[in-house]
């Protein structure tokens, strides 16, 4: 599955927030249940319009990303370059209420 079958970015859904496709679940939603121990099971019983492959497809993308060395090191620094324009810092310890993408 691809990245762009699994996330849907419209301006007129949460003001272009990356979003499961087929719902208004922000992806980085996700992200905030793991990172608090929330299992995936949990996730999905919170977020029922999330499919289960949707989000097990996304983190497979994200460990294969992040599985070699190299590729996380030239991606952390693509992330980390002051010179790339961003409108909101990648900030993944307060979310509450704010998108980080």
Known sequence: MKLKDIITIDPETLG???VFTGT???VWSLFV??????SLEEFLDD????????AVALLE???????SEKTSVSYMKVLLDENVPRKNPLHFNSRASSSPL
């Open 16 to 18: 272009g927030t990356p």
């Open 24 to 26: 208004r679940v922000p």
């Open 33 to 38: 249940h793991l990172e608090k121990g929330v």
């Open 47 to 54: 977020f029922p319009t999330v499919k289960h492959e949707y």
């Open 61 to 67: 993308i994200v460990q294969q990303t992040f599985s």
